[in-house]
């Protein structure tokens, strides 16, 4: 029988048949870990996926969330910028063309050590710049943002790019449908979604299954998604923020529509916005009082609760993810931990660090390790 060198995606369907024709049960291991690590390849082979039985399917998938969860961020280039060509007579900075490496670095939080360590590096050809940024599956997706070159001209990118954690390799998947920059990037039910953008009201959903991208209902009119946030819920998708303020649209899956949620009583920006269980919280960070905001909305009843105000040492915005009954604020200073639950929400006083000499934007996400 074959090693676990010698399986490969053409091949770990037939060695599997064999494993259990045989009683093979150590190769049959085997192949079931070769098809957890390269889950996106067989989802997309019909010839090896869709023979496998449904329980099957969730063993491998089971196998591959298993790992324990990690708290990981990526740098990206922070700013606001527009495609287009500079004007050659101004000098160029060293970094106009690809960013360097240490502003495009992955890290991992090692909890009980508290330290964080670099995991991966974006590849030169994602730009670090406007693109989105999610997990699935236990895969990070990049997709979109600015490409900027060394003769000075940018241009949206419609690029997307994965990377699998427990091979440790980038590869390139099917591209956008049309360029993105500042748009959202969010996973929903075995999905990406990729929501607006710079003058942008279209989305469009990703199937990892056929490798396609194809657009849903458009967000409302009115509703430009420049620097907004989403996030998903309970089936739902979710958008507010950026240049619509208070308002929070829900996209209804089964329906291809977004509709209207009551309005919070919020009239600023929000830093970020992130699901746990059946709520959304929304964070609103106000530099000037030094203070942050919490909004909680209730999906299933469709409520805002009362805003929670929080005083801040360091006023920066930060980008949120949740592990656990924790969500994480991180920013290139401090991470923060808001604990949530029934009885008592807050800011917890132990502070984290952040990565050492972090550069850009941190976005935060989790990952099984």
Not at 48 to 74: D, F, H, P, W
Not at 291 to 316: A, I, R
């Amino acid at each position: 029988m074959a090693t676990s060198q010698e399986i490969s995606a053409d091949n770990c369907y037939e060695i599997l048949m064999k494993a259990k024709n045989k009683g093979l049960d150590s190769v049959k291991e085997e192949v079931y870990r070769y098809m957890s690590d390269h889950f996106l390849q067989v989802l997309q082979s019909p010839a090896v996926y869709g023979r496998l039985s449904a329980g099957e399917r969730e063993s491998i998938v089971k196998r591959r969330m298993s790992r324990a969860k990690v708290l990981a961020v990526a740098e990206m280039s922070d700013g606001v910028e527009r495609a287009g060509c500079r004007d050659s007579s101004r000098p160029q900075s060293p970094t106009a063309g690809e960013n360097n490496q240490q502003s495009r670095r992955v890290f991992g939080l090692q909890q009980e050590r508290n330290k964080w360590e670099v995991l991966t590096i974006l590849p030169e050809e994602i730009p670090a710049k406007g693109a989105g940024i999610c997990t699935m599956y236990n895969y990070i997706f990049v997709a979109g943002g600015i490409s900027t070159h060394v003769d000075g001209c940018s241009k949206m990118s419609a690029l997307v790019f994965c990377y699998n954690p427990l091979t440790s390799l980038w590869s390139q998947i099917r591209s956008l449908s049309q360029p993105r920059s500042q748009l959202k990037l969010v996973s929903m039910d075995g999905y990406l979604y990729a929501i607006g953008g710079e003058c942008l009201f279209t989305v469009e959903r990703y199937d990892p299954r056929i490798d396609r991208w194809s657009p849903v209902a458009m967000l409302p009119k009115g509703s430009l998604a420049v620097a907004h946030e989403a996030t998903s819920c309970n089936g739902d998708l979710f958008v507010s923020g950026g240049s619509l303020f208070y308002r929070l649209l829900r996209y209804d899956t089964r329906r291809d529509e977004w509709e209207e949620c009551p309005f919070n009583e919020s009239r600023s920006r929000s830093t970020d916005m992130v699901a746990h269980r059946s709520f959304i919280y929304r964070f609103d960070v106000d530099r000037e009082h030094a203070t942050v905001s919490v909004f909680k909305y209730n999906t299933v009843v469709k409520v805002w609760h009362g805003s929670m105000s929080f005083p801040l040492d360091n006023p920066l915005p930060f980008r949120c993810a949740v592990l656990g009954e924790r969500i994480y604020c991180v920013n290139r200073s401090q991470t923060l931990q808001f604990k949530v639950g029934e009885d008592q929400e807050g800011f917890l006083p132990e502070v984290l660090p952040a990565p050492a000499e972090a550069r850009g934007v941190l976005v935060p996400f989790i990952l099984n390790l």
